[in-house]
């Protein structure tokens, strides 16, 4: 008989996407199918989810959640098994997931998320016997409640894993809200919710679930510690060998250069010069220079300070000046985004950006750049790293987190044993980041040197299948009762 797995997500691809964790719950499943362990994913039911919906089955009604009635409904879409959790009053609105038009978050998120992790405790306390999983899989501060439902009731419960993927998100809200939560007044305890004066959702799953896992065993460490734990590292510490890194993968059938429709040509390993077309079409479609001796650096990413753009912003003229491009997408901190603006109108041809988010294009940024930019000032694992080296763009990365776990430097050591996959830099600041600018167009310069380096890197084994396995074996401790 396969593992039964509930997992508890906000948004999974390709229904719901503001950021990694959607291509994590999307990819994940199908991996672990291959570990004899069946997936079965709890979503809020936003309108884009319950559109996507086949056949869908009402498998439980509440009659009274926080206020309406609501349903809890099975079926499949793209391929993934789902409970919904439709709840109009909670889920029935326009655009994103958390925040309204106006990018302010929505004022009920706490109970809109509360309803997420109550229904999934009451799940794996057998509210529908014929779907109580073996263990209950929550990702993120959304889900970060169901261990404390789990723990605060009477009745039997299964065991549970709580995966951060950033712990900057943490979900604090007022402790008054602890009624409207349907939490007993004990669960407001520093061994509880509790949390600096509030009720912390995030706190809560790491405090009471029976395993903490983060995205990559760098972040894991880095957590622990006073400068990376956000005012969670002494819980973090406490929790000893309960907690662990496992580093994501990527959908290597949706990021494969090979087969890829979004790009403007296929190649592989043995036909890299068909790499050249997307290059020039990545410079059409931004406006920059067609010319395919300069160095094309790409970003795809959120505009924020954690991400270290500014870095970069900085640092362009220098750039520019030694004969790069940029490609950047992405949408974000206005002063980023207005600064990068700025660029692309001060460096004609030299520097392209487009605000927003758009998957076409970020597949050919992928494709089409010679270099992918990740100078995050903290990244727990990083997705965009990992499909640049599918797609032979050699990662710039500061080393942080699962950017040090999956980008091999190409110090003079690594280029003589030719295991080299990338460039990093340590620490992060602008010194540093130029200092790893200057190495990566000496490297640009040696071409034998950089089609090794790609070559390295298109070999490595960034798919789910080691992940999956990793997964896999909690999953059978947990439900064996050995956490």
């Known amino acids: 008989m396969p593992l039964k797995i509930l997992a508890v997500v906000s ?13 994590v719950a999307g990819a994940l499943p199908g991996a672990l ?25 009402t498998v439980h009604s509440f009659p009274n959640l926080f206020g309406h009635e609501a349903r809890l409904l099975k079926a499949q879409a793209k391929g993934l098994d789902l409970l919904v959790l439709d709840a109009p009053h909670l889920y029935d609105r326009p655009g994103n997931p958390y925040v309204d038009a106006d990018g302010k978050d929505w004022i009920d998120n706490p109970l809109r998320f509360a309803a997420l992790s109550r229904v999934a405790a009451e799940i794996g306390q057998g509210l529908v016997p014929k779907l109580t999983p073996d263990v209950i899989h929550a990702h993120d501060w959304q889900a970060g409640l169901a261990a404390a439902y789990l723990h605060y009731s009477d009745k039997p419960a299964v065991p549970s894993v709580m995966t ?3 712990l900057a998100f943490q979900g604090q809200y007022g402790r008054d809200l602890l009624p409207a939560l349907g939490l007993p007044a004990r669960a407001y305890a520093i061994d509880g919710v509790e949390y600096y004066g509030t009720i912390g959702f995030l706190k809560a799953g790491l405090q009471l679930s029976d395993r903490v896992t983060t995205v990559s065993p760098t972040y894991a460490a880095e957590i622990r510690t006073p400068e990376g734990g956000m005012g969670l590292d002494g819980l973090l510490r406490s929790r000893g060998s309960a907690v662990s890194g496992i580093l994501n993968g990527i959908d290597t059938g949706v990021w494969d250069p090979a087969t890829d429709p979004r790009i403007a040509a296929p190649y592989d390993l043995a036909h890299l010069s068909a790499r050249a077309a997307n290059k020039k079409a990545l410079q059409k479609k931004l406006g920059l220079d067609v ?11 959120r505009l924020s300070w954690q991400k270290g753009l500014d870095l970069l912003l900085d640092r362009l003229p220098a750039l520019v000046a030694a004969g790069g491009q940029l490609a950047l997408l992405g949408s974000g901190e206005p002063a980023l985004a207005g600064g990068f603006a700025h660029a692309s109108v001060a460096h004609g041809g030299r520097v392209g950006m487009v605000n927003g988010y758009d998957e076409a294009l970020a597949h050919l940024i992928q494709a089409g750049s010679d270099v992918i930019l990740v100078p995050s000032r903290f990244e727990p694992c990083g997705l965009t790293q990992l499909c640049a080296l599918r797609y032979g763009a050699l990662p710039l990365v500061a080393r942080v987190g699962g950017l040090a776990d999956t980008v091999i430097d190409a110090n003079e050591v690594a280029l003589a ?20 600018l200057t190495r ?11 089609k090794k380096l790609q070559k390295n890197a298109m070999k490595l084994d960034v798919s789910w299948t080691r992940p999956a396995a990793a997964y896999a074996r909690l999953y059978r401790e947990l439900a064996a009762g050995r956490a």
């Open 11 to 23: 948004e999974i691809y390709p229904l719901v996407k503001t950021g990694g964790l959607a291509d």
């Open 33 to 57: 199918a291959a570990e004899d362990v069946q997936v079965t994913t709890l979503v809020p039911g936003y309108p884009a989810v319950k559109t996507a919906l086949k056949k869908p089955e």
């Open 164 to 166: 951060v993927h950033n």
């Open 291 to 301: 010319d395919p001796n300069a160095l094309v650096f790409g970003v795809v990413s």
């Open 417 to 436: 044993a030719g295991v080299g996959t990338g460039i990093q830099f340590n620490p992060v600041t602008g010194d540093a980041f130029e200092s790893a």
């Open 440 to 450: 990566t167009f000496d490297l640009w310069r040696d071409r034998p040197a950089w």
